[in-house]
C-alpha cells in the first residue's frame, strides 16, 4: 500500500515502538509489552476479539442518560483504542484557548477531529480512524474506504456512504456552492457502507492529505443539510429569506464549511469526540458526542472528557497569566517562544509543563510581496528580484535569533519546504540570501532606481513619492516583536515601512481582495505530509485554501475561471505552473519527485518569492498536570493537525 514505510519518511528522526500490555486486569494499555494488532495504538473489534479470547462488554458515560443502550449507539465494528498510560475516568472540562472565532482554533479542533486515516504519533504510520479498512488498486488509481456498520451521528442518525456522496455530489460538484473549484478525482459509492475514490493518474498523495491537516472531511450530515438544499428542497430560497439570508447558497453556508471554525451554528451533528453546544462572544463549548464511534480496551465508550471550553482571549499576556494561574489544560497553539522563560518559571505553582517540540518551519515567519499589487510602482518593484534581495540583505537573523527566538534557531532562507522533513531541500538553499549585508541591500536599491531619498532618509519611489511599504500581521500567524525589527531593518536602507496588528479575519481578506502589501505568516504547511498531499506550495500560486492568496492572486482568478475574469500571469510564472503541476503525477518519495522538489524550491529562491526569517525553532506547547494520557509530543504543528496524532480522545482529566 502507498502509506507504507517504504515511501512514507521518518520524520524528525523518531520512530517510537509501541507494544500494548494488560494494566491490572482493566484493559490494555501501552505501558509494557503484549501481543499487538497490524497497526499501533489500536485494535479493530474482530482483532481485539482475536488476540484476546473475549468479546468486549461495552460501559457507557454516566453523562448520556435516557439515551439508547451504549451497544445500540456504537457501530459494529467499534474502533478500539489503546489508551497510553491507563483506563481513564469520566468527567470533567478541559480548558482550552484561542485568539477568536475564526483565529487560532486548530488546535483546538485538532483535539475532536476524525477523518479517513490519521497519523499515529510515530509520525510516520497511516492508521484507519473512521474507515475501517483502505486500500489501493494495483496501480494506485482506485482508493477504497470501507466504513463501520452502524456507526451514527451524534444526533443518532446513521452515517452511511449516502453522506459521503452527499458532500461530493449535493457540495462539491454542485456549481452554486462550488463554482470553478474541480476535484482530482471521482467518488463511487460501491455500497452502503463503502466508496472508492477513482483518479486519473496514480495517487500517492490522498491518504497522507487525510491523514494530517486536512480540516476537510469528505462528508456531510445529508439528513440535517438537505433541508438548506435547494435540490432536496425547493423552498429553500424562501426559507433563506426567512432566516435573514439572500439565497439558499448563502443560509447552507451558514451550516456548513470544510473549514470548520467558519461556521458558528450549533446543533449541526457531527461524528468527532465532542459536538457544538454553545457559542457566545467570549467562549465556546463542547460536550461528549454520545454516538462516538471509539471504545477503550476495557469496554469503556471514548472520549473520556465530558467538555471542552474555548475561551477566546486575543492577548498573550492575558493567555499567560491563565496558565501560570492553572486556568488553561492545553496549549499547542498561539504560544510565542519568548514567553518560555516565564512559563518554565512558574510551571510549579501552575501545575503544567512547558515543552519545546521541534516543529520546522512551522515556527519561522515568513514574508511574501504582492506581486499584482493594485499599485503600480509596488507591482512593479515587489516583482524585482534585486528589491526583494535588497530586504533579504537587510535583516540582521543573528539579532532576529537572539531577541525573538532566545538563541534556539538559525536563519532560514525563504522557503516552502521544510528542511527537517522534506528531502530534496540542499543545505544551500537553506542559506540562500540570509547573510546581514545592508551595505550591498543598499548597493541593490540604487541599482534599480531608487537613489533619491526624502529629508527624512527614507527613498522615494519611481513615481516620485515616498515608498512606503504596509506590514500588517496578525498575532497567530507570528511575534509581533520579529515584525518590529524587520521594520527597523528596511527603513535602515530607506524602506519606509508602517506595522499594524489586524485581526486574522481582516488579514486574510485583505488577501482575498488583493488589497495587502506583504503577506507573513508561519511557513506552516511546508512539512512532508502537507508537500506530499498538496505540493501546490511550491509553484504558482504558493499553497491551497487561504494560503492561494500570498501573492499573484489575480492568477488564481484566472486559472480558475479559464482567463474569463482575473489576470494572464506572466510567461514565467505559466512556464513554472505547468511544471509544478507535474509533481502531482510522481510517486511520492520516487527519485522524480525529489529533483523536481528540488528544482522547484530552487525556483522560488531564484524569483525571491518568500524572505525567510529564522528557522529550526522550537514550537512551544503546555500541558496542565491534571491531563492524563498524553503521549510524548514530538511535534506540535499544523502539518500534523497539532493534537490529531495523539488520540485526544483517550486524554482525561484526574481528580
Not at 497511516?126 to 482508493?143: C, G, M, Q, R
Request: proline content about 6%.
Amino acid at each position: 500500500m502507498r502509506h507504507s514505510r517504504s515511501f512514507l519518511l521518518i520524520l524528525f528522526g523518531m520512530m517510537m515502538v509501541l507494544a500494548p500490555a494488560f494494566s491490572a486486569g482493566k484493559g490494555l494499555t501501552l505501558s509494557a509489552n503484549a501481543p499487538k494488532g497490524k497497526y499501533p495504538g489500536q485494535l479493530e473489534l474482530a482483532e481485539y476479539e482475536k488476540l484476546y479470547g473475549r468479546k468486549l462488554a461495552y460501559k457507557s458515560n454516566p453523562l448520556f442518560k435516557g439515551l439508547p443502550d451504549v451497544a445500540q449507539r456504537l457501530p459494529e465494528n467499534p474502533l478500539v483504542v489503546i489508551p497510553e498510560k491507563d483506563i481513564g475516568r469520566y468527567g470533567g472540562t478541559l480548558m482550552m484557548t484561542s485568539k477568536a472565532p475564526e483565529s487560532g482554533t486548530s488546535a483546538v479542533l485538532s483535539l475532536r477531529h476524525v477523518n479517513w486515516v490519521r497519523f499515529d504519533k510515530d509520525l510516520n504510520t497511516i492508521v484507519p480512524d473512521v474507515a475501517s479498512e483502505f486500500f489501493y488498486n494495483k496501480d494506485h488509481t482506485e482508493l477504497t474506504f470501507k466504513m463501520r456498520r452502524g456507526m451514527r451521528w451524534s444526533d443518532g442518525e446513521p452515517f452511511t456512504a449516502d453522506d459521503v456522496m452527499f458532500w461530493y455530489e449535493d457540495i462539491k460538484l454542485n456549481s452554486t456552492l462550488n463554482a470553478g473549484n474541480a476535484l482530482p478525482y471521482k467518488i463511487v459509492k460501491v455500497d452502503d457502507y463503502t466508496v472508492k475514490y477513482v483518479f486519473d493518474h496514480p495517487d500517492s498523495s490522498m491518504l497522507i492529505t487525510y491523514a494530517s491537516n486536512s480540516y476537510t472531511q469528505p462528508w456531510q450530515p445529508k439528513h440535517f443539510l438537505k433541508q438548506f438544499h435547494i435540490k432536496y428542497n425547493p423552498d429553500a430560497n424562501t426559507l433563506a429569506k426567512q432566516q435573514g439570508f439572500d439565497t439558499w447558497r448563502d443560509l447552507f453556508f451558514a451550516y456548513y464549511n470544510d473549514w470548520k471554525d467558519s461556521y458558528h451554528k450549533v446543533g449541526v451533528p457531527t461524528i468527532e469526540s465532542h459536538v457544538l453546544v454553545e457559542e457566545t462572544t467570549d467562549h465556546r463549548l463542547f460536550k461528549a458526542n454520545p454516538y462516538y464511534f471509539k471504545v477503550d480496551t476495557a469496554g469503556n465508550q471514548l472520549p473520556y472528557i465530558d467538555e471542552i471550553r474555548e475561551s477566546f482571549i486575543p492577548d498573550n499576556e492575558v493567555v499567560n497569566l491563565k496558565i501560570i494561574g492553572g486556568e488553561v489544560d492545553l496549549l499547542g497553539q498561539n504560544v510565542a517562544i519568548t514567553d518560555y522563560p516565564l512559563l518554565k518559571k512558574n510551571e510549579k505553582a501552575g501545575k503544567y509543563q512547558t515543552l519545546m517540540p521541534p516543529v520546522g518551519l512551522g515556527a519561522a515567519s515568513v514574508y511574501v510581496l504582492n506581486m499584482t499589487s493594485k499599485d503600480p510602482v509596488k507591482r512593479q518593484l515587489f516583482s524585482n528580484i534585486k528589491f526583494k534581495q535588497a530586504l533579504s540583505l537587510a535583516m540582521n537573523r543573528k539579532e532576529i535569533n537572539e531577541r525573538v527566538y532566545l538563541g534556539q534557531g538559525r536563519p532560514i532562507a525563504g522557503l516552502f519546504a521544510d528542511p527537517l522533513s522534506v528531502p530534496f531541500v540542499s543545505k544551500d538553499q537553506e542559506t540562500y540570501m540570509t547573510e546581514y549585508n545592508p551595505a550591498k541591500a543598499n548597493q541593490l536599491l540604487d541599482s534599480i532606481g531608487l537613489k533619491k531619498r526624502d529629508a527624512d532618509g527614507f527613498r522615494l519611489g519611481t513615481d516620485g513619492k515616498r515608498f512606503t511599504i504596509y506590514l500588517n500581521f496578525a498575532q497567530q500567524g507570528g511575534p509581533q516583536l520579529i515584525h518590529e525589527l524587520t521594520k527597523s531593518y528596511w527603513e535602515k536602507v530607506g524602506i519606509r515601512t508602517e506595522v499594524k496588528e489586524v485581526s486574522s479575519e481582516v488579514f486574510r481578506q485583505s488577501t482575498i481582495t488583493n488589497d495587502h502589501d506583504v503577506y507573513t505568516w508561519f511557513d506552516d504547511n511546508t512539512s512532508f505530509p502537507s508537500i506530499a498531499s498538496d505540493p501546490t506550495i511550491l509553484y504558482p500560486p504558493f499553497g491551497n485554501g487561504v494560503l492561494q492568496r500570498k501573492t499573484g492572486g489575480t492568477w488564481l482568478d484566472y486559472w480558475a475561471t479559464d482567463g474569463k475574469s482575473g489576470e494572464k500571469p506572466p510567461a514565467y510564472i505559466q512556464q513554472w505552473r505547468d511544471e509544478g503541476e507535474k509533481m502531482k503525477t510522481l510517486e511520492v518519495g520516487s527519485a522524480a519527485w525529489k529533483k523536481l522538489g528540488h528544482s522547484l524550491v530552487q525556483k522560488g529562491l531564484d524569483n525571491m518569492i518568500a524572505i525567510g526569517t529564522v528557522g529550526y525553532v522550537p514550537g512551544l506547547c503546555v500541558v496542565s498536570n491534571r491531563v492524563k494520557n498524553v503521549p510524548k509530543i514530538t511535534t506540535m504543528v499544523w502539518d500534523y493537525y497539532y493534537f490529531y496524532p495523539y488520540r485526544a480522545e483517550q486524554f482525561y482529566i484526574s481528580k
